[in-house]
């Protein structure tokens, strides 16, 4: 798995350019940074001048600690009550979503001595997490009572159809869902002072700019994923390569896998590739994704196994083992991409990135020679 550093930037930059300077870049590195390595990702950005690092878990945040990030850190979501004492002695900002969940967090601040920074949560539509914007006059005398016990640092909602490949739609989406924020972030700011908001991810950074207010949130634009119909497409900064590690000659008549779902039609010849579902390679692509072998696109057959893949190379005759086969990535003219993938598999770019398996070295590089072993 090759990953560009180069690409990355761009894509950031161009999410940075979209909304203005005044809009600060919190990069969400969950998951891994979504598969890519977040130790490499932390490392390419940081220089950007990212506002902090967005986590789901406290364990990423706490993680990021260990690897010597010193910045702002944002656990964007609900966490379990039992991880707020870490949290708050690794120095990580919160979201917040409840009261319990507040009350939490001033009770583990005078253990810590450390007080918390907090974000508040909104639930727009997404329902997920969040206060309900329609009960803002149940839970804001709660969020007041605290007063100086916690450091209100900012609020937040998720868009949850910005994305959508019908941009009317899309943007429909985005402003209904920005109304009902914006009438609780004005009491927000009025009765808590609250001084930043944060609302975009990466496709309302496109599609919605102007309402980047303090921070923007990009995923998996950054990544190389696409955000939606008629939206900007971002660099390619992910790769994915294998060994052929076998060729042979088969038969009219010679099944291949479990279950032979594959039966050669005629002579064929057939090449295995050091890849399988144990390094994330999703198994829906038996019998229907495709690999890139000597510059030509040729069809998987038989269903993926854990550690292998066979390809049919019969119009590939040069192909021998050792060459380099392309699961996601550029061979001369052809180009299997992260979302024909996705498409393939039958889900999204997001699945197929934080799927690929620690197996996988990541290779940070932006000229490619193939796989490392």
């Known amino acids: 798995m090759h990953v560009s550093p180069d690409a990355l930037r761009l894509n950031f930059r161009r999410i940075s350019?979209?909304?203005?300077?005044?809009?600060?870049?919190?990069?969400?590195?969950?998951?891994?940074?979504?598969?890519?390595?977040?130790?490499?990702?932390?490392?390419?950005?940081?220089?950007?001048?990212?506002?902090?690092?967005?986590?789901?878990?406290?364990?990423?945040?706490?993680?990021?600690?260990?690897?010597?990030?010193?910045?702002?850190?944002?656990?964007?979501?609900?966490?379990?009550?039992?991880?707020?004492?870490?949290?708050?002695?690794?120095?990580?900002?919160?979201?917040?979503?409840?009261?319990?969940?507040?009350?939490?967090?001033?009770?583990?601040?005078?253990?810590?001595?450390?007080?918390?920074?907090?974000?508040?949560?909104?639930?727009?539509?997404?329902?997920?997490?969040?206060?309900?914007?329609?009960?803002?006059?149940?839970?804001?005398?709660?969020?007041?009572?605290?007063?100086?016990?916690?450091?209100?640092?900012?609020?937040?909602?998720?868009?949850?159809?910005?994305?959508?490949?019908?941009?009317?739609?899309?943007?429909?989406?985005?402003?209904?869902?920005?109304?009902?924020?914006?009438?609780?972030?004005?009491?927000?700011?009025?009765?808590?002072?609250?001084p930043l908001v944060h609302v975009l991810n990466s496709a309302g950074a496109f599609r919605a700019p102007a309402l980047g207010n303090a921070i923007v949130r990009p995923g998996i634009y950054l990544y190389g994923g696409r955000i939606g119909g008629g939206q900007p497409k971002p660099e390619p900064v992910v790769s994915l390569h294998a060994r052929v590690v076998h060729v042979r000659e088969a038969a009219a008549g010679t099944t291949l896998g479990y279950g032979s779902t594959y039966v050669a039609s005629s002579d064929e010849r057939w090449a295995t590739l050091s890849i399988g579902y144990g390094d994330g390679l999703p198994r829906a692509l038996g019998n229907r994704g495709y690999a890139l072998v000597g510059d030509v696109r040729v069809p998987i057959i038989g269903r993926i196994s854990m550690d292998v893949t066979v390809v049919d190379i019969t119009g590939v005759p040069a192909v021998v083992e050792g060459d380099v086969a392309t699961l996601i990535g550029t061979q001369g003219a052809e180009t299997i991409s992260l979302d024909e993938v996705a498409g393939l598999a039958g889900t999204i770019s997001y699945e197929i990135l934080t799927g690929l398996t620690p197996r996988l070295p990541r290779v940070w590089s932006d000229v490619e020679e193939g796989p490392s072993s």
């Open 17 to 194: 350019d979209s909304v203005g300077p005044a809009s600060g870049v919190l990069p969400m590195v969950k998951a891994d940074a979504y598969g890519v390595g977040v130790e490499g990702v932390v490392a390419c950005l940081e220089p950007e001048g990212p506002w902090g690092f967005g986590v789901a878990t406290v364990g990423e945040g706490m993680d990021l600690r260990s690897g010597g990030y010193e910045g702002r850190i944002l656990v964007c979501g609900p966490i379990p009550l039992g991880e707020i004492d870490g949290a708050l002695g690794a120095d990580l900002e919160l979201s917040v979503s409840s009261l319990c969940a507040l009350h939490a967090m001033v009770e583990a601040a005078s253990r810590t001595e450390r007080g918390p920074r907090v974000h508040v949560d909104v639930d727009t539509g997404m329902g997920r997490s969040g206060f309900d914007w329609r009960k803002v006059n149940e839970w804001l005398p709660g969020l007041k009572k605290v007063g100086e016990e916690v450091t209100w640092v900012g609020a937040y909602t998720h868009l949850h159809s910005a994305d959508a490949d019908d941009s009317v739609a899309a943007e429909a989406s985005i402003r209904a869902q920005w109304n009902r924020f914006d009438a609780v972030r004005q009491r927000l700011i009025a009765e808590l002072g609250i």
